[in-house]
T-cell receptor
Framework: DSGVTQTPKHLITATGQRVTLRCSPR?????VYWYQQSLDQGLQFLIQ???????AKGNILERFSAQQFPDLHSELNLSSLELGDSALYFC??????????FGQGTRLTVV | GQNIDQPTEMTATEGAIVQINCTYQ??????LFWYQQHAGEAPTFLSY????GLEEKGRFSSFLSRSKGYSYLLLKELQMKDSASYLC???????????FGAGTRLFVKA
């Protein structure tokens, strides 16, 4: 158990819908990262927050947004979903730029 | 800029040795991580190098050369269960972030 909790584990939704993925980092970790991993692909960095502030942005679509709340949990919002958004979405946390601990991921299926 | 390069795929034979290379470019570099990821699962930590040289941990060893921006992961006595993706990641504490490569998919054949 990495200490990072992601909910839900599985999500099936229709095209055009909006979903929210939730991540609770390890206790004491201030950095939260979101990654997308499509089938048989590598990790694609989406966005990073540090202590509530956006720190880095990767290839995140405009339809996607995220935030980190005062209690340090984070949410990734995906809207106007398309079939191609089907993927595993991982959250990871670290103290700062150190070892990242990954949650078990949310498997999103868009039908 | 910030960039990490590693081979996309490698194939090796059970019982053999394989070396997975990684080159990185990042400002404020602090250290280099290696993670293992089995299909459909979360990446798990393997090693972390801060200083130049080889760190050995059982069948797995990791090497770092900070001056060359280069690291490798060495896997000995390969087992079928070692078939997985291996992710190289550079730690940048100045920017408070860890940057991951796309991963090297290793296939171990009998």
């Amino acid at each position: 158990d990495s200490g990072v909790t992601q909910t839900p584990k599985h999500l099936i939704t229709a095209t055009g819908q909006r979903v929210t993925l939730r991540c609770s980092p390890r206790s004491g970790d201030l950095s939260v990262y979101w990654y997308q991993q499509s089938l048989d692909q590598g990790l694609q960095f989406l966005i990073q927050y540090y202590n509530g502030e956006e720190r880095a942005k990767g290839n995140i679509l405009e339809r996607f947004s995220a935030q980190q709340f005062p209690d340090l949990h984070s949410e990734l919002n995906l809207s106007s979903l398309e079939l191609g958004d089907s993927a595993l979405y991982f959250c990871a946390s670290s103290v700062a730029g150190g070892q990242a601990f990954f949650g078990q991921g949310t498997r999103l299926t868009v039908v | 800029g910030q960039n990490i390069d590693q081979p996309t795929e490698m194939t090796a034979t059970e019982g053999a040795i394989v070396q997975i290379n990684c080159t990185y470019q990042t400002s404020g570099f602090n250290g280099l991580f290696w993670y293992q990821q089995h299909a459909g699962e979360a990446p798990t930590f393997l090693s972390y190098n801060v200083l130049d040289g080889l760190e050995e941990k059982g069948r797995f060893s990791s090497f770092l050369s900070r001056s060359k921006g280069y690291s490798y992961l060495l896997l000995k006595e390969l087992q079928m269960k070692d078939s997985a993706s291996y992710l190289c990641a550079a730690s940048n504490t100045g920017g408070f972030k860890t940057i991951f490569g796309a991963g090297t998919r290793l296939f171990v054949k009998a």
